[in-house]
């Protein structure tokens, strides 16, 4: 039975007769809003930013072979020694391939899952590099380099060259920069490579290869599955990783430890790999949050004050609404509307400003060795934050205009109109 | 002939600093279409006694009836739509909101009530304004018009939604003789041609005498007439 109309009508009345209030309430909440708006797309732009570096490098389930001593020495086994107290002294790891001795079977069955988006073999490979008479140590890794594009984002990574160069060249290399650097060498070239066996193989380099992290650079390089197999002399089912990349990053744990038990097998997973990882993303949040909180808060003070000025400067007012037949409810909603315009006006101004200033440092140019694909500062043009960013500015408006309001609302009209 | 108002043994204390009973005993009512008025001394309980019979003060012993329906015991909503429908109040100082202009300050209790159209309202405001005299100060600012033109608006703004009854306290206080006979016609002829029932409180005796009955208290009691 509220009529809102009017009710609309007084408190656009109120805050137009008072600007310069409602300006320095709503300015209070654009700032909050604004600076939520910024943090936030920068700090998750950035958050974003290292999560491509790393995580994009880093398989979600990583199996292979790891290199340990058997859990059960010969000696258990003898009967006789059964109950006693044996010690062996200087236990070395078991004779075992690097190889991973079903690949084939898993990789079949891991393409069959629904969970998993893609499985890639890879050949890793201890070599040298040739240059003269200098030899370099580093790895040549055998990959399905189309495979590759799709589950991880290697061309991101790839700065000269092309991923199909390679795959359209039996005997193509992508070299790593840092190596492309050290041997002065660049596409086109041909660049020896050696075995632990010492067996030398020409390569032609296809493309370079930048990850950004220096160690990776100075040793690592790409080249066809075959090629490497062929390299090695070993046949094709010489597989010695396999990365695995799942449609749900969440169930890389549990699928794991389930790849472990079913195939006797080393399996890591993304989150082991990078425990650390996690928690810096989740600081940097915790502090956009803290700041933006904190900005709101102290615009919703803003308004509660503003609100209560011109609560006591209405004083009059509210009692000629009450006596000619506004309810108390009336009253509060008057003041209630004035709170939520406010928040809305200032939630909306700060929206845009966010938007601007992100838009601004979107456009400085941040260029790092480290990150290929970056130009410029990375920001996050996420939706969600703006609507999490106006949805704030209302509910600290409503919060600061609820209390003020309450007291409009119980405003005894006989004691204001005479005068006490 | 109805009863429009009528108090049944109406007590009022005010309780801070001390006690003090304000209110004693007050019973009386008021017919359809009668122009009663209220005289006594100053300080002897008549704004006291308005301010109840108007429904804003609900802290009061005894029975009140509108339209010979109990008010008394009815939640503040209820009260607050009796007020804008029933009850058009004219206070002892003038009161406007004084950031609109005078045509929306006679059209918010009818807004508020939302019965009529804006169109109807605009038309019934002006009409109201111009009976009094002042139609051509329409569009001015509340604050921008003499003491005795707001006077003559928050007379425009009581009865705006025809009410029941007008309850004045010292309607013509602020008024010249000219202005004060103005509005002592314009009530005269609203009771006379609509039936509408007035109260009103007023010092001045000759205004009072013009009434159909003065009723005289002193020291918080009716005296019998
Ligand atoms: N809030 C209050 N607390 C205590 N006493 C009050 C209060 N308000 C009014 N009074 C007292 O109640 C008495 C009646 O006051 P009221 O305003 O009704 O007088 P009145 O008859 O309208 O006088 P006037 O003709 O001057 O307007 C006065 O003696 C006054 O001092
Ligand atoms: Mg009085």
Known sequence: MINWKVIFGIAKTHLLTKMKSTVTASLGVTFGIGAYITLVSFMTGLNGMLDDLILNQTPHVHLYNEIEPSEEQPIEKFTPFEDAWNIVHSVKPKQSQRKIHNAVPILNYLREDEKVKGAAPQLNAQIFYISGSIELGGNLIGVNIMEEVRLSNIQDYIVEGSPQALNNNENGILLGAGLAKKMSLSPGDRVQISTVQGDIFPLKIVGIYQSGLADVDNARSFANLKTVQRILGEAENYITDINVKLHNLSEAILMARQLEKQFQIKARDIKEANAQFETGSNIRNLITYAVSVTLLIVAGFGIYNILNMLIYEKMKDIAILKATGFSGFDVQMIFMSQAIIIGVIGGLLGLIIGFGLSSLIDGIAFETEALPTITTYPINYNPGYYVIGITFALISTFIAGYLPSKKAKRIDPVRIIRGT | ?225
């Open chain 2, 1 to 225: 002939m109805n009863t429009v108002l009528e108090a049944k043994n109406i007590n009022k204390h005010f309780r801070k600093p001390v006690d003090f009973h304000v209110l004693k005993d007050i019973s009386f009512n008021v017919k359809k279409g009668e122009f009663a008025s209220i005289m006594g001394k100053s300080g002897c309980g008549k704004s006291t006694l308005l301010y109840i019979l108007s429904t804003m003060d609900t802290d009061y012993e005894g029975n009140l009836y509108l339209n010979e329906e109990l008010v008394t015991g009815k939640d503040h909503k209820e009260l607050s739509r009796i007020r804008n429908e029933h009850i058009g109040f004219v206070f002892q100082f003038h009161y406007l909101l004084s950031e609109f202009s005078v045509i929306e300050n006679v059209m918010l209790p009818a807004k508020k009530l939302g019965l009529k159209s804006e169109e109807e309202i605009i038309h019934d405001a002006q009409q109201k304004l111009d009976m009094l005299n002042i139609g051509n100060l329409a569009k001015k600012r509340a604050s921008r018009i003499s003491g005795g033109e707001k006077q003559r608006v928050a007379i425009a703004r009581a009865l705006i939604n025809n009410p029941s009854i007008l309850m004045g306290d010292e309607p013509t206080g602020n008024l010249d003789s000219y202005n004060a006979e103005n509005v002592f016609q314009i009530f005269k002829k609203l009771k006379e041609e609509e039936g509408l029932s007035l109260l009103v409180v007023t010092h001045d005796i000759d205004f009072a005498k013009r009434t159909d009955r003065i009723i005289v208290m002193e020291d918080g009691r009716i005296l019998p007439d």
